[in-house]
Nanobody, 124 residues
Framework: QVQLVESGGGLVQAGGSLRLSCVASGGTLSSYVMGWFRQAPGKEREFVGVKSWGGISTYYRDSVKGRFTISRDTAKNTVYLQMNSLKPEDTAVYYC?????????????????WGQGTQVTVSS
């Protein structure tokens, strides 16, 4: 059973940066596709980005391209979401998720394990 724990959220002014961490236990990251999702108040959870098998390919939603970067540290079994040039519309609870098999990386229902989420608030 894989457990994921996010951290690093907080309150930041627009234009600022945050780095979220997701530590995995009970499994090794290289065995999973690791995704990041977010859910703003009153909205459905949405795909943010994903790092594919072996960490070779990374994909992002259009609104965060060029601002967000996913990386991983296999030695620490941790995946990161570096968020730069934050905007108020990035305010949400951010979740990391792991999938052992994936056809549609944007589909949250294909992910097997989820963290508890970490709040990111961007003030204008």
């Amino acid at each position: 059973q894989v457990q994921l724990v996010e951290s690093g959220g907080g309150l930041v002014q627009a234009g600022g940066s945050l780095r979220l961490s997701c530590v995995a236990s009970g499994g090794t990251l290289s065995s999973y596709v690791m995704g990041w999702f977010r859910q703003a108040p009153g909205k459905e959870r949405e795909f943010v980005g994903v790092k594919s098998w072996g960490g070779i390919s990374t994909y992002y939603r259009d609104s965060v391209k060029g601002r967000f970067t996913i990386s991983r540290d296999t030695a620490k079994n941790t995946v990161y979401l570096q968020m730069n040039s934050l905007k108020p519309e990035d305010t949400a609870v951010y979740y990391c998720a792991a999938a052992s098999k994936l056809r549609d990386y944007m589909n949250e229902y294909e992910y097997d394990y989820w963290g508890q989420g970490t709040q990111v608030t961007v003030s204008s």
